[in-house]
């Protein structure tokens, strides 16, 4: 149950615009909610809803206990209409079938609500057919429009729509949200340096699979720094089976380039900024041991192999003169 001040903390400029819309009664007939995953445009579109509806609100903030409010949390309010793709497309005769269904109906109230999913799936006549549904004149009817690709709208959508863009999370958002995803806080926090896409993060995380590169680069850079020929035969025999097309092979140098950028934080004791929490005493001990100019040469080296990873230079051929830059004296 969200209210217009949680939305707050995370989408500070989108609460404020809706918010003075509603106070002023000046809301548009359609929004377009465009951003990335997890960036809570399904929550502020049901928080709408939910203001639109309510009639017991306390300046735009719904009451969350009126037979609307509840109805709306519970998902079966009937003048809500939730539209999704069937298939690869939202098509016209969805809307057709919806509009049959509320003629058939008979009108709970005048208002109605609509939120549109995966919006760029709309196809023009589908598209049309709703927009039409906004002007029907005996009425008040709204339509947040929802899409994760903004450039693929049709400009008739867009002109007609006031577009409201969804910010990433704040990277403390973002490793709650992915908390709150049964995610452990320690690969939380280095995913959330990786990417502020939710559904990314937690694609990642899928069969442990984010869990174990994270392990495989904290053993190589151990090895860099305490046995130097042993780190050869681990990126032989654990890394490259590992990291294998060129995304993950671009995620594990990133993953090294987050390592040294911790044990830079350890020397200049910016500890509560660490990002590998839990290796505390490894950092420490490659903090006690390289130079800053041979961290500086580190955190070079990597830049530079994933560089030539980008320029497709072999990855195995890349990483053996990375492991090599990287023990040098
Ligand atoms: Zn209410």
Same mark, same amino acid.
């Given at each position: 149950?969200?209210?217009?001040?949680?939305?707050?903390?995370? /989408?500070? @400029?989108?609460?404020? #615009?809706?918010?003075?819309? +509603? %106070?002023? =009664?000046?809301?548009?007939?359609?929004?377009?909610?465009?951003?990335?995953?997890?960036?809570?445009?399904?929550?502020?579109?049901?928080?709408?809803?939910?203001?639109?509806?309510?009639? $017991?609100?306390?300046?735009? $903030?719904?009451?969350?206990?009126?037979?609307?409010?509840?109805?709306?949390?519970?998902?079966?309010?009937?003048?809500?209409?939730? #539209? /999704?793709?069937?298939?690869?497309?939202?098509? +016209?005769?969805?809307?057709?079938? %919806?509009?049959?269904?509320?003629?058939?109906?008979?009108?709970?109230?005048?208002?109605?609500?609509?939120?549109?999913?995966?919006?760029?799936?709309?196809? &023009?006549?589908?598209?049309?057919?709703?927009?039409?549904?906004?002007? $029907? &004149?005996?009425?008040?009817?709204?339509?947040?429009?929802?899409?994760?690709?903004?450039?693929?709208? %049709?400009? @008739?959508?867009?002109?007609?729509?006031?577009?409201?863009?969804?910010?990433?999370?704040?990277?403390?958002?973002?490793?709650?949200?992915?908390?709150?995803?049964?995610?452990? $806080?320690?690969?939380?926090?280095?995913?959330?340096?990786?990417?502020?896409?939710?559904?990314?993060?937690?694609?990642?995380?899928?069969? =442990?699979?984010?869990?174990?590169?994270?392990?495989? +680069?904290?053993?190589? @850079?151990?090895?860099?720094?305490?046995?130097?020929?042993?780190?050869?035969? @681990?990126?032989?025999?654990?890394?490259? &089976?590992?990291?294998?097309?060129?995304?993950?092979?671009?995620?594990?140098?990133?993953?090294?380039?987050?390592?040294?950028?911790?044990?830079? !934080?350890?020397?200049?004791?910016?500890?509560?900024?660490?990002?590998?929490?839990?290796?505390?005493?490894?950092?420490?001990?490659?903090?006690?041991?390289?130079?800053?100019?041979?961290?500086? =040469?580190?955190?070079?080296? +990597?830049?530079?192999?994933?560089?030539?990873?980008?320029?497709?230079?072999?990855?195995?051929?890349?990483?053996?003169? %990375?492991?090599? !830059?990287?023990?040098?004296?």
């Amino acid at each position: 149950m969200k209210t217009w001040e949680d939305i707050g903390e995370t /989408q500070s @400029t989108i609460a404020k #615009i809706l918010k003075n819309s +509603v %106070l002023k =009664n000046r809301l548009s007939h359609a929004y377009v909610f465009e951003g990335g995953r997890g960036t809570g445009k399904k929550n502020v579109a049901v928080l709408l809803a939910k203001t639109f509806f309510c009639k $017991e609100k306390l300046e735009a $903030e719904p009451c969350q206990q009126c037979r609307d409010c509840k109805r709306i949390d519970s998902g079966n309010h009937p003048d809500i209409h939730l #539209i /999704q793709a069937d298939g690869s497309s939202i098509k +016209v005769d969805q809307i057709r079938e %919806l509009k049959k269904d509320l003629s058939l109906r008979g009108m709970e109230s005048r208002k109605k609500f609509y939120i549109v999913e995966e919006t760029e799936k709309m196809t &023009p006549a589908a598209a049309n057919s709703i927009l039409k549904f906004l002007e $029907e &004149p005996d009425g008040e009817a709204l339509a947040i429009l929802l899409t994760t690709h903004v450039q693929r709208i %049709l400009p @008739t959508v867009l002109s007609r729509s006031q577009v409201l863009s969804f910010a990433p999370l704040p990277p403390d958002k973002f490793i709650e949200k992915l908390v709150e995803n049964s995610i452990p $806080e320690k690969d939380a926090r280095v995913i959330s340096q990786i990417t502020s896409d939710l559904e990314e993060g937690i694609q990642l995380c899928q069969d =442990n699979w984010f869990a174990q590169a994270r392990s495989k +680069v904290i053993q190589l @850079t151990d090895e860099v720094s305490l046995r130097p020929k042993n780190a050869f035969i @681990t990126l032989q025999e654990e890394w490259m &089976p590992f990291f294998k097309e060129k995304s993950e092979i671009q995620l594990g140098i990133d993953l090294i380039m987050i390592w040294y950028r911790d044990v830079i !934080r350890m020397q200049v004791d910016q500890t509560n900024q660490l990002v590998y929490i839990d290796q505390e005493d490894k950092l420490q001990d490659q903090a006690l041991k390289l130079s800053q100019r041979k961290l500086g =040469n580190n955190l070079q080296a +990597v830049m530079d192999a994933k560089r030539r990873l980008d320029a497709n230079t072999a990855p195995q051929l890349l990483m053996e003169q %990375l492991l090599l !830059r990287l023990q040098e004296g």
